[in-house]
């Protein structure tokens, strides 16, 4: 990280004056510099909601770099529980499928669709927007939840919004194509909060907007401009809230809000305060009420800043940088964007035509415009090994790298990802120019390892013996990278661990029926499966029940009794 503070601070109580001044000092620094920050946010370190979380693993620094953020006030253990915390409010994400506005869930299956009467769904008597049914649970005033009332639906006030002008949510049309109709929900929602939960409006409002950059870049301020100001005060007629208010609430979302759910975003008090890492030390998930639980991955000690990542782990620097600067409006500095070899997972390493080794790397990954080089890792001669010849030299410039990157990144994206031939054949393709870590190859290994024993004609049982060794290295690949770069408790890991003790058991098991191994090799291969299995289980365990990673890693725990009888 870029950040040095998180290294150095301390957080006892005893240094509270002088920390409050450090802070102060961090404050002054930002407004001074104007760095990623504007200033019609509540950035007060004189806020008494910002000092020590009593009896919380966590509490607030800031940083002259990244602003506020959260540092660790004890060791704290890989998997342990740092925040569980209700969303402020959920809705939407921008361009999202049609949701019901009670429950927020598509409208993908038949439940849904009514062809009787030329009606495409339930809608709200009021505005019109489109309903699963009219008794979803999610039309009742309050959602109690934990014993707190949290309104996660479609509210009496915000029906009264959408119909001010006329029932807007009969411009709802077509169920199953994204509209950006349903870009306003969740700005109008915080909107009504102001009278409706006054706690939460304010919550909401400590958080940064990044008005003064985000109005710099014409696509993000116009686009909000068209899609949301002028579609909430014209096409509503709300014209009650100010453009500027609207603006804010856009960029409040861009900068803070989590995806969850099945493409819907939620802001949380805490978990926001989060910074970036590209490795992050955290894990988290949301349930069913989004509820946002989030866990160390590996141990945090005592100081250290608890981070996640706001991008994608199988993406390369290049991308990942652009993401976060593009969406969130900053440079990313981390131990991976800083190194070429993205921690030696080689991860957007290209192949030299030159002299065919695959160590093609970004001269400075932190300066998007430097050149590519190719540079060979420097090879101890072996005694009687033939003598490795150096490469000619190979260079490629930025704009060579990108145009490339950009055409596999449109064909990688136009992959079926059940397709097993259509995957195996993109690893074929581009093998010769790509990392066999390469983060392209590393997706379609990644959706392989999953299809591999899943889909019609490649079914587990059915698989033969050189498709399920397929299927394992391939799960051992990918685990080996997802180790250096989402080390711990991270669902990637724990969904590629469980994948594998398949393939383990039914080898063995085929080639004990063949005395092809003795008992020995068996006991060894059975505790092989069984730490597989105890380490997903361990991992999936710690995700909602009702979510598909706590399925299997209950089909785990299940997995590893039967595998403990065997044993
Ligand atoms: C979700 S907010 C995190 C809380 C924020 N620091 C604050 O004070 O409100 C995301 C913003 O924090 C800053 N940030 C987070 N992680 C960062 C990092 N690793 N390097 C630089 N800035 C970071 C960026 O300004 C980013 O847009």
Not at 304 to 311: E, F, G, P
Not at 334 to 354: F, H, K, Q, Y
Request: aromatic share 6%; hydrophobic share 35%.
């Amino acid at each position: 990280m870029c950040d040095h503070d998180s290294r150095k601070q301390r957080n006892s109580k005893s240094n509270k004056k002088n920390h409050k001044r450090q802070q102060q000092q961090a404050s002054q620094q930002l407004n001074n510099n104007n760095i990623n920050h504007n200033n019609n946010n509540n950035h007060d370190p004189d806020d008494p909601d910002w000092e020590d979380s009593p009896g919380k693993p966590y509490k607030v620094k800031i940083s002259p770099t990244m602003g506020r953020y959260l540092v660790a006030t004890k060791d704290i253990a890989a998997g342990e529980l740092i925040v569980r915390e209700e969303a402020l409010v959920v809705g939407p994400c921008q361009n999202a499928k049609p949701v019901c506005l009670g429950c927020l869930k598509q409208f993908d299956g038949e439940h849904y669709i009514r062809s009787s009467d030329n009606e495409d769904c339930d809608r709200c008597m009021g505005c019109q927007w489109p309903l699963c049914c009219p008794t979803c649970p999610g039309l009742e005033r309050d959602d109690k939840a934990g014993g707190q009332a949290v309104r996660l639906g479609h509210t009496d006030e915000e029906c009264a919004a959408l119909s001010a002008a006329g029932p807007s949510g009969r411009r709802v049309v077509d169920l199953r194509a994204r509209t950006p109709l349903y870009n306003v929900i969740v700005p109008l929602r915080i909107l009504l909060l102001e009278k409706q939960d006054p706690a939460r409006w304010k919550a909401i409002h400590k958080m940064q907007s990044q008005d003064d950059v985000r109005r710099q870049i014409p696509g993000v301020w116009q686009a909000n401009q068209l899609g949301v100001v002028d579609r909430i005060r014209n096409e509503f007629g709300l014209q009650q809230y100010p453009e500027d208010v609207i603006h804010t609430l856009c960029g409040i979302l861009e900068v803070n809000a989590f995806e969850v759910g099945d493409g819907l975003r939620a802001l949380y008090g805490v978990a926001f305060l989060l910074a970036h890492d590209c490795t992050p030390n955290t894990s988290h998930s949301d349930d069913e009420l989004r509820a946002l639980s989030l866990r160390a991955s590996v141990p945090i000690p005592k100081g250290h800043a608890i981070t996640l990542s706001y991008a994608y782990t199988i993406q390369g620097t290049l991308k990942r940088r652009e993401h976060l600067k593009e969406s969130k409006f900053f440079d990313c500095c981390c131990s991976r964007c800083s190194d070429p070899t993205e921690l030696g997972s080689m991860c957007s390493a290209l192949v030299c035509p030159r002299c065919g080794r695959p160590s093609v790397l970004p001269t400075d990954p932190l300066q998007a415009d430097a050149p590519w080089r190719c540079v060979p890792p420097r090879l101890e001669p072996r005694p009687g090994a033939k003598q490795e010849q150096p490469c000619p030299g190979y260079e490629m410039t930025a704009k060579e790298v990108k145009e490339f990157l950009d055409k596999l990144t449109d064909e990688s994206e136009a992959l079926d990802h059940n397709d097993v031939v259509g995957l195996e054949g993109f690893l074929v393709k581009h093998a010769a120019r790509l990392h066999p870590n390469h983060f392209l190859l590393l997706g379609a290994k990644h959706s392989l390892s999953q299809v591999y024993g899943k889909v019609q004609g490649y079914l587990i049982h059915q698989l033969p013996d050189a498709l399920l060794e397929r299927k394992l290295t391939i799960c051992r690949d990918i685990l080996s990278i997802f180790d250096l770069l989402e080390p711990g408790v991270s669902r990637l890991r724990g969904i590629t661990l469980y994948e594998m003790h398949a393939p383990i058991m039914i080898l063995t098991t085929r080639q004990f029926e063949a005395n092809a191994i003795s008992r020995k090799d068996l006991r060894t291969r059975l505790r092989e499966v069984a730490s597989c299995l105890e380490q997903a289980a361990h991992i999936l365990c710690l995700e909602p029940e009702s979510s598909s990673e706590g399925a299997v890693g209950r089909a785990a725990q299940d997995a590893l009794q039967r595998v403990r009888q065997w044993q």
